[in-house]
């Protein structure tokens, strides 16, 4: 995947990626709102050119399920 | 500013990056140009953040007004809207978010009311504003539930959307304030197979995916550079490898490639795109290192040259560096140099232009030729909301200036040069005939323009109905005609008269056909009525020649309105002279 995951992750989010870690999810973290999971698909897409599946995306519940998710599709990354 | 140009040139890709490079131009600056409302029967997020990142490209700084989700009637019908103040209004209705059977309905109804349905609502707009109106069709989707037999139902489902859109189209063919975007076409085109009811309709309610929002914003800035006054005027071309394959001075004319059939049909095509630019009104000049000998020769005698001499206002081939030329090209025609696009297959001259003369649009012309004609037909600098007589006959206007100054050469003083053009002026006052020509000349004088107001022919029409005076300069000589380029508003007040604008193309300047012109409009004022006037001068970066030309006519500077300075004097003892040198005729 083009770039790191974390600052992908952290650009969208708005938080220092040196906070950011498995555990940060929607319920612990109020930038994670339904318009910044699109824009995290849609930049997840982009750098890594696999397209995935809406169910693979409806499990994931916090940065560790977007690594399960990446890991899936065969994508390597670094965080 | 610059930098941030270049960032958003190479970032700005996604929805994402969009609203992180929104809220950096927030940074630097308040500035707000134009004012854009944005209704929509389908989410369209990111949209607005999209546009105003696209448009700070073209120099255009935007505020933006979001409509409620789901709510674009009720937007429509209250108030919110046009507290807003917009200059423009995107209304993108899906007719599918009208009447969701269209496409699963086994098609035995009509659909009528649908058909109507939007329009009565564009309608309500226009009487509440004078804002442009921009309208999307409505999209297509491929392929039909009936397939192959929808073109033999009745009532088929293409059937149904097509006569939606045509019926858009017809309704507002000949209203200048509404435009119909072809929403079906354009998303055809980026993609409907990926980006229309993709993933994102159902986890997000997306029916447009967020992928194709930037591109969507970039392609309705084609709306907001004309509405900005950002319309370019004149190509600047590379010859070899632009125009023909191959180079001249090497390859000989039986060497370059061009041709309607086989090797050199992209530039074939590509000269026929140009031509056809010209002829809606925009000038094509050339920049090239060449021997010009050579260069005559393909103009000449290539059996399949599509662009010919008289295509080509200004021709700058010799070996100086290209933005020398291109300096000298923007003088020779009287033109900024923000209102030239130059076109070159040289990535080295590409860069060279884009350091030396920012102001210059620079076409990214890819490495393929075969991609020239799409990269240019993709350019939005040329979007115009009309195509006006002076358009049509531009090339032949600035050819003729061309002979002009070939003429003006051969005298020793002003004078008896000006004595032997046999310049007429006639003197008109603004009819409904004249009003989108008038409104033109508001929107793109700059140079000699003593206020810089912007009209639309709207506006234009409501001075007229308000009792103001309001006059337009046609000018011709020998040579032939320069057609309307003048303007002037004097608006009627109780206790003087107010010059609200007056302005003059600058292909008519140097021939004391301004002094002339306001000399005039000075006779007839007092003629209606002799009283006080003033007039004002507001300083932009491009009108310092015309800061005291009220004092030609005996005005004095009595203060400042804002930035403005006010210039007066009284009508009373105004005498207008005439040159002998200029015939004035009035309509």
């Not at chain 1, 929607?26 to 169910?55: H, Q, Y």
């Not at chain 2, 980026?190 to 970039?218: C, H, I, Q, R, T």
Request: a negative charge.
């Amino acid at each position: 995947m083009k770039g790191k995951l974390y600052d992908l992750l952290s650009k969208i989010l708005e938080i220092p990626r040196d906070e950011m870690n498995d555990e940060i999810s929607p319920a612990n973290t109020s930038t994670w709102d339904s318009f910044n999971a699109v824009m995290m698909i849609v930049e997840l897409e982009k750098a890594s050119g696999a397209r995935f599946d809406m169910s693979d995306l409806m499990a994931v519940k916090n940065v560790g399920d977007i690594k399960k998710v990446l890991d899936k599709y065969k994508v390597k990354y670094d965080c | 500013m610059d930098r941030l140009k270049e960032k958003i040139i190479s970032e700005s890709d996604t929805v994402a990056s969009c609203i992180l490079l929104s809220k950096e131009i927030d940074k630097i600056s308040k500035k707000v140009d134009k004012r854009v409302a944005i209704l929509s029967n389908f989410t369209i997020k990111g949209l607005s953040e999209s546009l105003k990142v696209k448009s700070f490209v073209n120099d255009i700084f935007l505020q933006v007004y979001e409509g409620e989700y789901g709510q674009w009637k009720q937007e429509i019908l209250g108030n919110k809207l046009y507290e807003f103040k917009p200059d423009i209004i995107f209304l993108l209705i899906d007719a599918h978010g009208l009447d969701n059977n269209i496409f699963y309905s086994n098609n035995d109804i009509k659909h009528e009311e649908i058909k109507n349905e939007l329009s009565q609502f564009v309608d309500y707009i226009k009487s509440k504003t004078d804002a442009k109106i921009v309208v999307s069709n409505s999209v297509k989707i491929w392929p039909p539930i009936a397939g192959i037999f929808d073109s033999k139902l009745k009532n088929g489902y293409y059937g149904i959307v097509d006569d939606y859109n045509n019926n858009l189209l017809n309704i507002y063919k000949n209203d200048g304030q509404v435009f119909i975007f072809n929403f079906n076409e354009w998303l055809g085109y980026v993609g409907k197979k990926n980006f229309w009811y993709d993933k994102y309709y159902f986890m997000a309610d997306m029916k447009l995916s967020p992928e194709a929002v930037p591109s969507l914003a970039d392609e309705l800035t084609s709306y907001l550079i004309p509405l900005a006054g950002k319309k370019k005027k004149c190509i600047v071309l590379d010859l070899d490898n632009t125009l023909w394959g191959g180079v001249i001075g090497e390859d000989g004319l039986s060497g370059i490639k061009l041709s309607p059939a086989g090797e050199g049909q992209q530039f074939y095509y590509f000269q026929k795109l140009l031509l056809s630019l010209n002829e809606r009104g925009i000038l094509l000049a050339i920049n090239s290192r060449n021997n010009e000998a050579d260069v005559k020769e393909v103009f000449l005698k290539h059996p399949h040259i599509v662009l010919k001499e008289n295509n080509i206002v200004s021709s700058k081939i010799n070996w100086n560096n290209k933005a020398e030329n291109i300096q000298a090209i923007a003088k020779e025609l009287n033109i900024g140099l923000d209102s030239m696009l130059f076109i070159d297959d040289d990535l080295s001259n590409r860069e060279l232009i884009k350091q030396m003369l920012p102001e210059v649009d620079v076409l990214d012309l890819p490495t393929d030729s075969t991609k020239y004609v799409q990269t240019l037909l993709n350019y939005k600098g040329f979007s115009t909301f009309e195509f006006t007589e002076e358009d049509k006959n531009r090339n032949e206007m600035y050819l003729q200036d061309k002979h002009r100054n070939e003429y003006k050469s051969k005298f020793i003083d002003m004078e008896s040069f000006l004595k032997s053009l046999c310049l007429r002026i006639l003197i008109k006052e603004v009819d409904d005939f004249l009003i989108p020509r008038v409104a033109q000349l508001t929107q793109k004088t700059n140079q000699f323009n003593l206020t810089a107001r912007r009209y639309h022919e709207d506006d234009i029409k409501n001075f007229i109905k308000s009792g103001n005076k309001l006059w337009a300069l046609d000018v011709s000589d020998k040579f032939g005609d320069y057609g309307i380029t003048g303007f002037c508003l004097a608006k009627d007040m109780p206790d003087r008269w107010d010059i609200d604008s007056m302005l003059l193309s600058c292909r008519v300047l140097g021939k004391k056909v301004e002094e002339q012109f306001f000399g005039f409009v000075l006779n007839e004022l007092k003629r209606i009525k002799s009283k006080k006037i003033h007039a004002y001068y507001k300083p932009t970066p491009k009108n310092d020649q015309v800061k005291d030309f009220y004092k030609i006519f005996d005005f004095y500077k009595t203060g400042l309105s804002g930035n403005e300075d006010i210039w007066e004097r009284d009508l009373n003892d105004y005498v207008f002279n005439q040159h002998g040198f200029i015939e004035i005729n009035k309509s």
